[in-house]
């Protein structure tokens, strides 16, 4: 398998397998309704999911071996996430049977397959951690479930093998994506550093002292990478995370040390970080002009809602590799250099001063 078509190529999943793909000789077309054009090795192809005529037509030609879903469109109910977004995955799988070369799709989910959505994110009756594959889909509407349905009757209808990745939240580099701790955290720290604010951690006391996991996106795409080219891994559903657990009152310490920043206690109030940045928008701009950086606008780097959500989380979340492991996949990554890593590359293309 040496053609890949990415769906959802400007996202921080999209981008950094994009990458991973093209160093490893992989031919790389990049779907999206904005994909970038200025990535090398990329071929762009600009069409919306949602548009089934032009999909079928910009897709009539294709002649890709493995196709990688990464997208999504975040809607005001659940309800709606499922019609939206299993609507995407459905018209993309439609458009690709008449090239006749798909060989295996894998889908990009998460671990709101366990924790449930937004709308009830971390309630109820969640299973236990370590989460594992094996462990039942919830009693709740979730469209990580009706995507894996689609995904599941396109592949016995056309034949293709498929696998399912539930990253725990992604550490990597993309700018203007919708959910992305490690550059909100970024510029969450570099404004505390400008003004001499607090860095204040922003979530539950169960996350400041319980064990917790990540996913660095460059290890993601290298499974994604494995579980397409591994016949042992075909019609699986995976977890994917770094390999190590941490405490956030060990990890914000970390952070704050890259910054050359003080941790503060953790306070005595939940302080999340829609508050604390929300009157921060014209700091950032000034920040940026006077160092150059090449995104003034705080909206369009910093998703402090998704940050909010992951850190506020009343519960412990911790997910097992075994199965990947059993299977080959033995990449580990240390979630603090998966963080400075970032950081360096942030500071490197000017969007932290």
């Not at 005001?76 to 977004?85: D, Q, S």
Request: with cysteine; charged share 20%; hydrophobic share 45%.
């Amino acid at each position: 398998m040496k053609t890949a078509l990415i769906v959802g190529a400007g996202g921080i999943v999209g981008s950094n397998l994009a990458r991973h793909l093209i160093a490893n000789k992989w031919q790389v077309y990049g779907l999206g309704r904005r994909p970038p054009a200025d990535l090398p090795g990329m071929a762009p192809v600009s069409v919306d999911l949602l548009d089934r005529t032009s999909l079928q037509r910009s897709l009539r030609d294709m002649r890709a071996d493995a196709v990688f879903i990464g997208a999504w469109l975040r809607q005001p109910t659940e309800l709606e996430n499922i019609a939206v977004n299993s609507a995407m995955v459905r018209n993309l799988l439609d458009a690709l049977p008449a090239s006749r070369t798909i060989r295996h799709v894998a889908l990009v989910t998460g671990l709101k397959h366990y924790l449930g959505p937004f709308e009830a994110y971390g309630r109820g009756n969640t299973p236990p951690t370590p989460f594992r594959e094996t462990q039942p889909r919830l009693d709740v509407a979730n469209f990580y479930y009706a995507q894996e349905d689609e995904l599941f009757a396109a592949s016995r209808r056309d034949g293709f093998t498929w696998s399912i990745h539930r990253p725990h939240t992604i550490v990597g580099y993309a700018v203007g994506n919708a959910m992305n701790m490690g550059v909100t955290l970024a510029v969450y720290a570099s404004i505390c550093r400008a003004t001499g604010r607090e860095f204040i951690f922003p979530g539950s006391a169960v996350q400041w002292n319980g064990l917790t996991d990540m996913t660095d996106a460059r290890l993601l795409a290298r499974h994604l990478e494995w579980a397409a080219s591994t016949v042992a891994a075909h019609n699986q559903a995976f977890n994917v995370v770094n390999g190590d657990v941490f405490r956030w009152s060990w990890m914000w310490e970390q952070i704050a040390g890259w910054f050359s920043l003080q941790a503060a206690p953790f306070p005595d109030e939940p302080l999340p970080l829609e508050k604390q940045l929300a009157d921060v928008g014209p700091l950032w701009a000034d920040l940026a002009r006077r160092h150059q950086l090449i995104a003034p606008d705080l909206s369009v780097l910093a998703s402090a809602w998704h940050t909010d959500a992951d850190l506020g989380r009343p519960i412990e979340v911790v997910t097992d590799m075994g199965k990947s492991r059993k299977l080959g996949f033995l990449d580990y990554q240390p979630t603090d250099e998966s963080f400075f890593d970032l950081f360096e590359r942030l500071r490197a293309t000017r969007v932290i001063p």
